[in-house]
């Protein structure tokens, strides 16, 4: 998913918004109106949708319109041998991920511009639908991926505390930062950690 970064009006004091049935918190900034990252899924339909932004108590203070247009994700085929095409996951892998993705923290650590984890290529963009041996996997690419030698060190995309460090049977090793408020990056199929969770970093610093 994509995440938009939204900013109400600054005549409208807003603690929250609403799109597509999906509501975000909206934080305080030192530069200026309150912020909040609204994610729009690559698979969200094209068209015309409505942005609400709400009071603490989730009453509607102020809408405007939102167009949603059609990127045009390319489709992507990935050859995969049947060892790597039979792995399973573990028991609770998915849930980990996914509660990891979902952390909201208060405090702001990032900043732009972000750096890239690695300095490698880019082989596989967001958005593209991914075939496996040419059969339809029935989703979308969620991340980004680079190319890089076995050994290269990975590196923080911005400042944050790592929440999450595991080994995992379908993600490899991987890594799971909170940069604040909503905005979380996953590092996935790593060989090795640099790090323990609950320590802070930096944008740049290694993390495996």
């Not at 050859?79 to 991920?97: F, I, M, N, R, Y």
């Not at 890594?175 to 969770?197: N, R």
Request: aromatic share 6%; net charge positive; with cysteine.
């Amino acid at each position: 998913r994509a995440e938009w970064a939204l900013r109400p009006p600054r005549s409208i004091r807003a603690a929250g918004a609403r799109m597509n049935g999906r509501t975000i918190r909206l934080f305080p900034q030192s530069d200026g109106p309150r912020l909040g990252l609204m994610p729009v899924p690559a698979l969200a339909k094209p068209g015309a949708y409505t942005l609400e932004f709400l009071d603490p108590a989730g009453a509607v203070l102020h809408s405007a319109p939102v167009t949603v247009r059609d990127a045009r994700f390319p489709s992507q085929n990935i050859t995969v041998s049947k060892a790597v095409s039979e792995l399973k996951p573990l028991p609770d892998e998915a849930k980990t991920v996914a509660a990891v993705r979902e952390t909201v923290s208060d405090l702001r650590f990032w900043t732009e511009p972000f750096a890239l984890p690695v300095p490698g290529c880019m082989t596989s963009p967001f958005g593209v639908r991914r075939l496996y041996n040419g059969k339809p996997g029935g989703n979308y690419h969620g991340g980004i991926d680079q190319r890089s030698p076995a050994g290269r060190p990975i590196r923080a995309t911005a400042d944050g505390t790592v929440k999450l460090i595991r080994m995992f049977n379908l993600h490899g090793g991987t890594v799971g930062i909170d940069h604040g408020q909503g905005l979380v990056s996953l590092y996935l199929h790593m060989s090795k950690f640099a790090l323990q969770e609950g320590v802070s970093v930096k944008k740049g610093d290694v993390i495996g």
